[in-house]
T-cell receptor
Framework: AQRVTQPEKLLSVFKGAPVELKCNYSYSGSPELFWYVQYSRQRLQLLLRHISRESIKGFTADLNKGETSFHLKKPFAQEEDSAMYYCALNGSGGSNYKLTFGKGTLLTVNP | DAMVIQNPRYQVTQFGKPVTLSCSQTLNHNVMYWYQQKSSQAPKLLFHYYDKDFNNEADTPDNFQSRRPNTSFCFLDIRSPGLGDAAMYLC???????????FGDGTRLSIL
């Protein structure tokens, strides 16, 4: 079974502060991890995926297989980063090929 | 330039009255998905089509069915909606099963 845990339902930081949204996963094979974001009144959209190893809008995420984590980080939060963030896992092969979402973390960046 | 389009944005139906939600895509993606998202919960996969092959999640109620008449369109049919089926329904597409998914705006379903 595959499971994604986002321990923080709400996260509030001030503009310019570092932010880290936590994500832990449970999966026996080689997972593919994603972060999706949903800004207010907009559709759910892909922010980044671990195999790309790129920084999007200043966000990065590193897959740590030892800790089974895929935390999302940004050194200096901006007000426009306020959104709902979902960590998601895609298993590999057969019936595991499905996206399992965490419950999401609502990030608020205060001025 | 919306690439995954869901209609309508809001749907109200009566308890037990069949309802159909629509999704279309301009991406020519092979896979189309339907998710159910209840308030403060994660999106939950109901089923997906890989081309014409239908794949139902084990815990998807029999009340929920889907049709994909062609590459571009996919429908979610709820045969006899109950109050517990009130939710946001999200359609998504991807080029292949292990590729990133592109989501529509969703249809919010209310049951009277």
């Amino acid at each position: 079974a595959q499971r994604v845990t986002q321990p923080e339902k709400l996260l509030s930081v001030f503009k310019g502060a570092p932010v880290e949204l936590k994500c832990n996963y449970s999966y026996s094979g080689s997972p593919e991890l994603f972060w999706y974001v949903q800004y207010s009144r907009q559709r759910l959209q892909l922010l980044l995926r671990h195999i790309s190893r790129e920084s999007i809008k200043g966000f990065t995420a590193d897959l740590n297989k030892g800790e089974t984590s895929f935390h999302l980080k940004k050194p200096f939060a901006q007000e426009e980063d306020s959104a709902m963030y979902y960590c998601a896992l895609n298993g590999s092969g057969g019936s595991n090929y499905k996206l399992t979402f965490g419950k999401g973390t609502l990030l608020t960046v205060n001025p | 330039d919306a690439m995954v389009i869901q209609n309508p944005r809001y749907q109200v139906t009566q308890f037990g009255k069949p309802v159909t939600l629509s999704c279309s895509q301009t991406l020519n993606h092979n896979v189309m998905y339907w998710y159910q998202q209840k308030s403060s919960q994660a999106p939950k996969l109901l089923f997906h089509y890989y081309d014409k092959d239908f794949n139902n999640e084990a815990d998807t109620p029999d009340n929920f069915q889907s049709r994909r008449p062609n590459t571009s369109f996919c429908f979610l049919d709820i045969r006899s909606p109950g109050l517990g089926d009130a939710a946001m329904y999200l359609c998504a597409t991807s080029r292949a099963l292990n590729q990133p998914q592109h989501f529509g705006d969703g249809t919010r379903l209310s049951i009277l």
